[in-house]
Structures are given as structure tokens and as C-alpha cells.
């Protein structure tokens, strides 16, 4: 049997389960996962490597209406991806039904014409007659493509997932060694769990305004030492973010340590702090420096 490899990009709507998708089809903890809309910013590589196969998952942003000039380079990121992908999986939120933004995506695609997989997600959140509307209208959009409802959280029909987009890639050898499992540095790992924990920790208007970087990533023995700045758009954000005494700071970099230690398999010693920076999401110049 010849051996496949190549590039899929998971796209759709904001907060559909794609990253969550990304998690299970790797294998690992590859993307951050928030019950927050737009938690991921940038394109991240997952890798699975199979005796027969190599797939590179692109997970991508949400794909929406975007105003701010934040939103509009994370729709770029996710368009992009569709460009460079061998195989598209697009992401449909089973609970929501087939929506217009749905629609307006999948018509896209169909002219794209790309292998596409449609997978109908949070399938253990619904029950099946929910589901064979959305499978019809999706078998219109979509003609001949193949719809695979998924539990992504329980891996209810993840191999399936796999299986399809491996059918779909072009013939080549291994794009990376075959026990790598992301191609994203640790360096941009810690900064995505210290955001997963700042959106998750927060309230609903403030992860939006706010960004992470990392300013010190070095290893001293058997200790890894990260220093980061949390940004926020708002100086009255900062207090909010830091809490009384400290406390929500704390719990932020308490759970993002711990999230750390168990990805990279060493101590981890995480200091972090905040500053108020006004209008850095609409400065272009500050985004690049973010590599946002």
C-alpha cells in the first residue's frame, strides 16, 4: 500500500469544536480549548503519523464577520490555511443545525474544490433525529462528501474522522519525523496555556482585549523558568485580571504551571504580569510583534 501524507485544515465557525476535533485526532494537547468563541488566534499544527499515513492538521480561527483588525487576521490565518490544505475538515456544530454562516462556508468550499470531510460535532450534546436535518442540508451544500457525526470529547467516531481524511491525501513520503507530534514551539505552547487559563479565569468582555507574551523561556537544572506579561486592551481590565490580593493571577498561573508541567514533563517555575497597553489589538506593528 503507497504511502500518503499531507496537509488538512479543520475550519468553520467560531466555537464549533474544532481545536477540541484537533485534540483528538492527534492524540494530544495540541490547541488550548476554552468555552469562549474565538479562543484560537493563530494556525496550529497537530501531527499524526500512522504506518500507512502522515496527516498535518491545521486547526485555524473561526471563520466570521470580522470588524477589528484582531478578527480580520485571524479570518486571514483560517483562509490561508484552506489554501495550503490537501484536504479540507469542515466543523458543523450538530447542536446548532446548519446555519447561514454554515451555508455561506460550505458554498465556498464546493467552489473550492478541495477533498472536503464534513464532520457534524458535539454529537454526545444532541440526540440523532437532530442530526438528519443537518445532514441533509450539508449533503446539498456539499454533494458526494462524506458527513461524520462526532464526539470529539468522548472520540466517538474520531477514527472515522481519520480515516476519511487519509483516504483523501495525495501519495508522498513522512512532511516530519514520525515522533513529532506539533510542529508549534514550547516557547508558544506556554503562552497559549497561560491564555487558555486567562479566557477560562475571566470574565466574558475581557479575554478579548487581552494577549500573552512570553518574555523569559530558559531551562536552570531540572527547572524550566517562564516569565510572561499578560496585556490588556483596558488599564481598569488589569485590575480585574490581577483580582483582590492577587488571587485570580494566582489561580491563572497556579492551573497554567500545572498544564505546563504535565505537557513538557519537567517543573516549571511561572511568574506572571500584567500591563495595561490601550489599542495594541488595532495596532499592526504590535499584532506582527505578537505574531498575531
Not at 266 to 277: H, I
Request: glycine share 8%; with cysteine.
Amino acid at each position: 500500500m503507497a504511502h500518503r501524507a499531507g496537509y488538512a485544515a479543520i475550519v468553520g465557525r467560531p466555537n464549533v469544536g474544532k481545536s477540541t476535533l484537533l485534540n483528538a485526532l492527534v492524540g494530544a494537547k495540541v490547541a488550548i480549548v476554552t468555552p469562549k468563541p474565538q479562543t484560537t488566534r493563530n494556525r496550529i499544527l497537530g501531527i499524526r503519523t500512522l504506518p500507512e499515513a502522515q496527516v498535518v492538521f491545521l486547526d485555524t480561527p473561526g471563520i466570521h464577520e470580522a470588524r477589528s483588525l484582531l478578527n480580520r487576521r485571524m479570518v486571514e490565518v483560517a483562509r490561508q490555511a484552506l489554501g495550503d490544505a490537501d484536504v479540507v475538515v469542515l466543523v458543523v456544530e450538530a447542536t446548532a443545525g446548519v446555519t447561514p454562516a454554515d451555508r455561506e462556508l460550505a458554498r465556498g468550499l464546493a467552489a473550492l474544490a478541495r477533498p472536503t470531510v464534513v464532520v457534524l460535532s458535539k454529537l454526545d450534546l444532541v440526540r440523532p433525529p437532530v442530526l438528519l436535518p443537518a445532514m441533509e442540508a450539508i449533503g446539498q451544500l456539499l454533494p458526494g462528501r462524506e458527513i461524520i457525526p462526532v464526539g470529539a470529547r468522548t472520540g466517538e467516531n474520531v477514527r472515522v474522522v481519520l480515516d476519511a481524511v487519509v483516504k483523501a491525501l495525495p501519495e508522498g513520503p513522512r512532511l516530519y519525523p514520525e515522533d513529532e507530534y506539533t510542529a508549534e514551539s514550547e516557547r508558544f505552547l506556554a503562552q497559549e496555556l497561560i491564555r487558555e487559563q486567562l479566557f477560562c479565569q475571566t470574565e466574558e468582555e475581557i479575554p478579548y482585549g487581552t494577549a500573552v507574551q512570553v518574555e523569559e523561556f530558559s531551562a536552570k537544572a531540572d527547572l524550566l523558568v517562564v516569565r510572561a506579561t499578560i496585556l490588556v486592551d483596558r488599564p481598569n481590565h488589569k485590575g480585574i485580571v490581577i483580582g483582590a490580593r492577587g488571587t485570580r493571577l494566582g489561580e491563572i498561573g497556579r492551573r497554567a504551571r500545572l498544564e505546563l508541567e504535565a505537557a513538557l514533563g519537567t517543573r516549571v517555575f511561572l511568574e506572571l504580569f500584567v500591563r495595561a497597553e490601550p489599542g495594541w489589538a488595532k495596532d499592526a506593528r504590535r499584532l506582527k510583534e505578537l505574531g498575531l
